[in-house]
């Protein structure tokens, strides 16, 4: 588990324009299949209904904010009873405001500070 530091920001703004891109395609097209949502103290929690493709694209964010957000968290969550998976993910609580805001425009269910 990677330690946070409480003034890091849950999402780090990318200065090269290409891994911005990156990010809002693997965001784009993650977060679009997203089935509910639970908001934790320190981020939130993405249910997806299980399938190769899905799973394929959530390795993919988590390898690409792995190495772009170190100062995340993941914790990838299999319900087998169900066919779900749940993905957390984490930061400073201060930075939650900075994922609403990055992610209110992919998906409906996640709260807008509008």
């Known amino acids: 588990m990677m330690h946070l530091s409480p003034d890091r920001p849950l999402v780090t703004p990318l ?3 290409e891994l911005a891109l990156r990010r809002e395609i693997l965001v784009t097209g993650l977060f679009k ?3 509910e949502i639970q ?3 320190d981020g939130y929690a993405f249910k997806f209904r299980r399938s190769e493709l899905l799973t394929r694209r959530i390795e993919d964010y988590l390898l ?3 190495m772009h957000a170190p100062q995340l968290t993941f914790a990838l969550i299999e319900e087998s009873n169900e066919g779900t998976l749940w ?8 930075a939650k405001a900075k994922v ?8 409906p269910l996640i709260p807008s500070l509008a």
């Open 15 to 17: 200065s090269d324009p």
């Open 33 to 35: 299949y997203v089935a």
């Open 39 to 41: 908001e934790l103290e």
């Open 64 to 66: 690409f904010e792995g």
């Open 87 to 94: 993905l957390q993910v984490r930061g400073s609580v201060s």
């Open 100 to 107: 609403t805001t990055g992610h209110a425009s992919i998906h």
